[in-house]
């Protein structure tokens, strides 16, 4: 077994746990998302030794349900470590061949360049495991000494989640982006840090528009991703950015969705272009006012963010309560008044708190949950709209923490209000948000 979800991982070499091995179902992977399918004849050394490694890995992983995998080179051995629930686990240490094995076999199912091992590549495998379809996501980044990291996030496709009302976001917030995506103008921002689910949020917000009313376009690098009824718009290697809208704008696309805004002249040129056309793009962040901070401090022009940028939307994710499993309790009347909550309200929910000094046996688990108390996460969603408030702080540089008490005057969703919200319909525990934000 790669994956032990105890205090400790396991050494790959003492892996010979063939018991375990002969009940697990391996993982069918079914081509790459781009299409460009590997000859694995042509690769057979590399077949023979990371196919069958890298089969169980993921395997492991998706029966833990794991929904993000990484391995991380550490000199004289690579480190394996996955994500359940965002809650990391370590795994195992194995010896960097065995490692890179698995790492340019995965990348060469995922249609990518295994004689590349200097540049950061990008894409992802078709798959099947325990007959449900899922799309593995590829991300390999050079480190030091010549080895790669590679960090893998799987999806599965019968939970999918990329339209506004799987995320979760309320009527209002829907409103608000038909609203600026009829107008044809404005840009709207999705930020967050990293593995937060900032792209599935942009791409919801794409998907919260009209597509048979509006013309929807994307000059974003899909990764293989097919949104209904938008079109990818190609690019010319010759193009920069600013070329590729004006080819756009001919077009008459009246939506259009850009890879994540991290160079100054390629968010300026949006800015300007959003005089006449809606865009939609993406920006590391902490939140939604931090990402206004940031998005000024990289433009310096904050009459054009002014002008031009409408909504900001944030995503924090939390682990949603085992259904199975979940404790009611009567709440304090006093703890209600003081978290926001009505004070009538009956019964809130939390995961079970066995007792310290039992050890439970395995087959005491919640099967569900595997023990957590928690299965799945579910977003808590801020948006600041740039209204004449909000516009008058950018003008006179103001920075996230006034821009977040300007937010909670007007009465804009937060994540706070959000996530009371979650915990008031049972769906999360106030521990769990309370570890959220913490993290």
Same mark, same amino acid.
């Given at each position: ?52 490694? #890298? ?26 470590? !996955? ?45 099947? &495991? ?38 979760? &976001? ?49 000059? #974003? ?35 259009? &969705? ?63 309560? !085992? ?42 688990? !919640? ?73």
């Amino acid at each position: 077994m790669i994956f032990g979800m105890g205090k400790g991982g396991r050494d790959y070499e003492d892996d010979d746990d063939d018991d375990e091995e002969d009940d697990l179902d391996f993982i069918l992977f079914k081509g790459a998302l781009n299409e460009n399918n590997p000859d694995l004849s042509a690769n057979g050394r590399l077949v023979q030794a990371g196919l069958m490694p #890298a089969k169980k890995l993921i395997s492991e992983a998706l029966a833990r349900r794991a929904d993000t995998v990484r391995i991380e080179p550490k000199g004289k051995f690579a480190a394996v470590s !996955c994500l359940v629930d965002g809650i990391p686990f370590p795994a195992a240490k194995m010896p960097p061949p065995a490692a890179n094995a698995i790492i340019q076999m995965l990348k060469l199912l995922a249609g990518l360049d295994i004689t590349k091992k200097t540049i950061k590549q990008s894409g992802g495998i078709n798959a099947e &495991f325990d007959e449900v379809d899922h799309e593995i996501r590829i991300d390999s980044t050079p480190v030091q000494g010549g080895a790669e990291r590679l960090l893998v996030h799987v999806q599965n496709l019968k939970e999918k989640v990329e339209t506004p009302k799987d995320l979760g &976001f309320s009527e209002e917030l829907q409103d608000k982006i038909r609203e600026v995506g009829s107008s044809k103008s404005g840009l709207m921002l999705a930020v967050g840090p990293p593995m937060s689910g900032t792209t599935t949020v942009s791409i919801a917000m794409v998907r919260g528009i009209d597509a048979y009313m509006y013309s929807i376009a994307s000059l #974003a690098d899909m990764q293989g991703r097919d949104l209904p009824h938008i079109q990818v718009f190609e690019t010319k290697e010759e193009d920069d950015l600013e070329t590729s809208i004006r080819r756009t704008k001919r077009a008459d696309v009246d939506v259009l &969705f850009v890879d994540p805004l991290t160079d100054a002249t390629e968010a300026k040129a949006v800015l300007e272009a959003a005089q006449s056309q809606s865009f939609i793009a993406e920006m590391p962040a902490k939140d939604a006012a931090d990402g206004i901070e940031r998005f000024v401090a990289l433009v310096k022009d904050p009459k054009l963010i002014a002008k031009s940028l409408r909504l900001v939307v944030s995503q924090k994710l939390v682990r949603l309560l !085992c259904k199975s499993c979940r404790h009611a309790y009567r709440p304090n009347p006093k703890l209600l008044a003081k978290i926001g909550l009505p004070t009538d309200t009956k019964k809130l929910y939390r995961a079970p708190r066995p007792d310290e000094d039992e050890e439970l046996d395995e087959d005491d688990l !919640c099967e569900d949950c595997g023990g957590t108390g928690y299965r799945g996460r579910i977003g808590l969603l801020e948006a600041i709209e740039l209204t004449d408030e909000i516009k008058k702080l950018v003008l006179a540089g103001a920075d996230a923490a006034a821009i977040r008490a300007k937010v909670r005057e007007l009465g804009m969703q937060s994540f706070q209000t959000d996530g009371i919200r979650v915990v008031g319909e049972g769906k999360t525990s106030l521990e769990e948000l309370q570890r959220a934000f913490r993290s």
